[in-house]
């Protein structure tokens, strides 16, 4: 389905489009992939994080065009025009849900995905993009496409991705709903790569591992960055337009992801529970009702929470010993 053909990967140098530029180098190799990129230039958003967390050491190794742009500037997407792309794979975006600035937020999410959707229609190109979970906020699991409540800026600016990619005539618009996601290559996010790096890595480094108080009843959608793909590579497929879930549909615990890291790396540390400061704006319970997302695109998750960690614990262990 895509020898020969031509992919951009926007947000390519980051934790998921990272995977997703192997993935073809891989399965592909006649597919012709362009990774399109801000890459790290220090700068940091009002949460502390890096302003943007694309890495070149993910992109080790890949063979593809490696172009570095922002999104949010005209003449860097112009950077683009000497292609012809078939299938755009929507990845950048600030991935930071704890920014408060609304403006940086809403122009690099929302209207640099408006330029995007006007290259994809002129390319005559699919456009697969990543929606979130976040867009759920508090409400009661399973969460279900049509009911939503954004309870931060990030939450809200892919909910109105969704609204814009849905109102788009001559453009077949696939949005992908996130929940959260673990595996391979999100080392470089920092404070925001997924829990199940950031325990294992403090249980590699002998520490004990920080849980926030009743995290047995704090309960997510995990998924690993592999099922993430299939969804991608699924939604490539789709004749129509449409927003899905991309989770498990089952909810795990913060507790069950450390004593399964724990059990993994034959370490046992005692575990300390501390408050939890973001109380008000904190997801307690996600859990993806993927129901649709089987039907339509015929995904079927591959990967539990404890064959995802088995997965993982190569990845952690190797930034254990090489970045730390
Ligand atoms: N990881 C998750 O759990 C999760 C969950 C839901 C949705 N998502 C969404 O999936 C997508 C990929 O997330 P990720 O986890 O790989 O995060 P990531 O931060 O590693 O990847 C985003 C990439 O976009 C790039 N980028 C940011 N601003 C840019 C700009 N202005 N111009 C060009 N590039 C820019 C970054 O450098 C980075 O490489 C994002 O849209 C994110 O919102 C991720």
Redesign the pocket.
């Known amino acids: 389905m895509f020898e020969n053909k031509t992919i951009l990967i926007?947000?390519?140098?980051?934790?998921?489009?990272?995977?997703l530029a192997f993935y073809f180098q891989e399965r592909f190799p006649k597919a012709k992939v362009v990774v399109?990129?801000?890459?790290?230039d220090g700068t940091r958003l009002d949460s502390g994080n890096?302003?943007?967390?694309?890495?070149f050491k993910?992109l080790v190794g890949f063979r593809g065009d490696v172009i570095c742009?922002?999104?949010?500037?005209p003449k860097?997407l112009e950077l683009l025009d000497e292609y012809r792309f078939d299938y755009i794979f929507?990845?950048?975006?600030?991935?930071?849900?704890t920014v408060q600035n609304q403006t940086i937020v809403l122009?690099?999410?929302l209207n640099?995905f408006k330029d995007l959707l006007r290259l994809a229609k002129r390319h005559g190109a699919k456009m697969i993009?990543?929606?979130?979970?976040?867009v759920y906020g508090k409400l009661p699991g399973p969460h279900r496409v049509g009911v939503e409540e954004p309870i931060n800026v990030?939450g809200f600016s892919?909910l109105a991705m969704d609204h814009l990619a849905m109102s788009q005539e001559d453009v077949t618009a696939v949005g992908?709903?996130?929940?959260?996601?673990?595996g391979p290559?999100?080392y470089?996010?920092g404070k925001?790569?997924?829990m199940i790096l950031q325990f294992g890595l403090q249980i590699l480094k002998g520490e004990r591992p920080r849980l926030f108080e009743g995290s047995d009843r704090i309960k997510r959608d995990f998924?690993y960055?592999d099922d993430?793909i299939q969804a991608n590579i699924k939604a490539a497929a789709a004749k129509r337009s449409g927003v899905y879930n991309?989770g498990t549909g089952k909810a795990r615990s913060f507790q069950d992801i450390v004593d399964i890291l724990c059990k993994e790396l034959g370490i046992h540390p005692e575990y300390e529970y501390i408050p939890n400061p973001f109380v008000k704006q904190y997801q307690f319970f996600t859990q993806a009702d993927i129901d649709s997302t089987r039907e339509e695109l015929g995904f079927e998750p591959q990967y539990s929470l404890e064959d995802g960690i088995r997965a993982d614990i190569p990845y952690i262990k190797k930034i254990f010993e090489e970045e730390l």
């Open positions: 926007t947000g390519g140098a980051g934790f998921i489009g990272s995977n399109f990129d801000k890459f790290q890096l302003s943007s967390l694309g890495h993910n742009g922002d999104i949010n500037d860097d929507h990845q950048a975006a600030i991935s930071d849900t122009q690099t999410n640099a993009y990543a929606s979130s979970g976040s990030y892919k992908l709903r996130y929940f959260n996601v673990y290559r999100e470089f996010k925001t790569a997924s998924i960055v993430v991309v």
